[in-house]
């Protein structure tokens, strides 16, 4: 977990950077954090330990790399409907009480995560947030984790 999800984003901008400071227009790099990145949830230890650490790794690059016009960025999703989520060991997480639950199951249980009433966002919703981030409207945003939960940090 730690491997993939904070080391490997580590190696990758340490990477790119070169290139994009080479460049000497700036950039955006944009890392895709969650919302387990700014809060906490029982029985994913490893999860959220490395979440966490894509945000301080987020906010370091952000003040590192300031001086290079690269903003840097971080993207928090909820619960998002792709495998990951949607599987037989999430489902029984979120409804240990039933033998087999499902889908249907699984979404009832979900939305008490969030302030809007969904079990989970679409990709297609953290995807639109990543353009706005990586454009020049966005150009003196850095540092900020932009979350895509349907108000799951209010709960």
Same mark, same amino acid.
């Given at each position: 977990?730690?491997?993939?999800?904070?080391?490997?984003?580590?190696?990758?901008?340490?990477?790119?950077?070169?290139?994009?400071?080479?460049?000497?227009?700036?950039?955006?790099?944009?890392?895709?954090?969650?919302?387990?990145?700014l809060?906490?949830?029982?029985?994913?230890?490893?999860?959220?330990?490395?979440?966490h650490?894509?945000?301080?790794?987020?906010?370091?690059?952000?003040?590192?790399?300031?001086?290079?016009?690269?903003?840097v960025?971080?993207?928090?999703?909820? &619960?998002?409907?792709?495998?990951?989520?949607?599987? !037989?060991?999430?489902?029984?997480?979120?409804? +240990?009480?039933?033998? *087999?639950? $499902?889908?249907?199951?699984?979404?009832?249980?979900?939305?008490?995560?969030?302030?809007?009433?969904?079990?989970?966002?679409?990709?297609?919703?953290?995807? &639109?947030?990543?353009?706005?981030?990586?454009?020049? !409207?966005?150009?003196?945003?850095?540092?900020? +984790?932009?979350?895509? *939960?349907? $108000?799951?940090?209010?709960?």
């Open positions: 977990m730690i491997d993939v999800n904070l080391s490997g984003v580590w190696k990758t901008v340490k990477a790119g950077v070169p290139h994009l400071i080479s460049q000497g227009q700036g950039g955006s790099i944009i890392l895709t954090s969650s919302v387990g990145g809060k906490a949830y029982p029985h994913t230890g490893h999860y959220i330990a490395a979440k650490g894509v945000v301080g790794l987020m906010r370091t690059f952000a003040v590192e790399l300031g001086q290079h016009f690269i903003r960025n971080s993207v928090h999703p909820t &619960n998002v409907n792709t495998p990951m989520f949607m599987n !037989e060991g999430t489902m029984k997480l979120f409804r +240990p009480d039933l033998k *087999d639950p $499902g889908p249907d199951d699984l979404k009832v249980a979900a939305q008490f995560m969030h302030v809007l009433p969904i079990g989970w966002v679409e990709p297609v919703d953290i995807s &639109n947030a990543v353009p706005f981030l990586a454009s020049d !409207e966005s150009r003196y945003i850095t540092g900020l +984790p932009v979350t895509v *939960d349907a $108000g799951s940090m209010f709960k």
